[in-house]
């Protein structure tokens, strides 16, 4: 089974409206933190967004939260505002386990996004 | 402070011949790891170390190999290079604050 289960593998959303990227994950661990990764065309992998299993709230950095609904075993990205600039790869990814990180991250297959004027 | 740094930024292989991917951290880190990411996929973790002189395999380990004498540096080995080699290899490293910070990655193209 895939531990990062990404639905939605393109969107096309209107400049200035929000946008929900879908994110479900699979783990048997009860410490484990998920991530979102932004990739523009250049290629890099820019960090948005971290959520530990123990947090309380659902974090927010900026434009973008995250919908962390632990039950259900989701934790979907929101970007309030959409900008042209938001246009981009979107990557889920889950660390298991505690500690420092050893484990290295297992991403999804992505969401492409696409911001129209 | 420059974070994470790959060399080469792009490489061209002939089948069976064999390369090196540098990667060097600046950040202390003693988590470093090796991904691959393939068109339209997510990446893949290849090899990754938790310090000096200590390595271990990831999810997609075959063709490849990785040494980790110092900290700062993680460079992966291509022997005998195939077609299905042919992806974007990124770096990157953890410290305590669980973050991860990546390299801007390698274009390797093997023909």
């Known amino acids: 089974a895939q531990k990062i289960t990404q639905t939605q593998p393109g969107m096309f959303v209107q400049e200035k409206e929000a946008v929900t990227l879908d994110c479900t994950y699979d783990?048997?661990?009860?410490?484990?933190?998920l991530f979102w990764y932004k990739q523009p065309s250049s290629g890099e992998m820019i960090f948005l967004i971290y959520?530990?299993?123990?947090?309380?709230q659902n974090a927010t950095e900026g434009r973008y939260s995250l919908n962390f609904q632990k039950a259900r075993k989701s934790a979907n990205l929101v970007i309030s505002a959409s900008q042209l600039g938001d246009s981009a790869m979107y990557f889920c990814?889950?660390?298991?386990?505690?500690?420092?990180?050893?484990?290295?991250?297992?991403f999804g297959k992505g969401t492409h996004l696409i911001i129209q004027p | 402070n420059a974070g994470v740094t790959q060399t080469p930024k792009f490489r061209i292989l002939k089948i069976g011949q064999s390369m090196t991917l540098q990667c060097t951290q600046d950040?202390?880190?003693?988590?470093m790891y090796w991904y691959r990411q393939d068109p339209g996929m997510g990446l893949k973790l290849i090899y990754y170390?938790?310090?000096?002189?200590?390595?271990d395999k990831g999810e997609v380990p075959n063709g490849y190999n990785v040494s980790r004498s110092t900290t700062e540096d993680f460079p992966l080995r291509l022997e005998l290079a195939a077609p299905s080699q042919t992806s974007v290899y990124f770096c990157?490293?953890?410290?305590?604050?669980?973050?991860?910070?990546f390299g801007s990655g390698t274009r390797l193209t093997v023909v």
């Open positions: 170390s938790v310090g000096a002189g200590i390595t």
């Open positions: 990814a889950m660390r298991e386990g505690q500690g420092g990180g050893a484990d290295g991250l297992t």
């Open positions: 783990t048997s661990d009860p410490s484990y933190g």
């Open positions: 990157a490293s953890s410290g305590l604050n669980r973050g991860y910070t």
């Open positions: 950040m202390n880190h003693n988590y």
């Open positions: 959520q530990g299993s123990y947090d309380q």
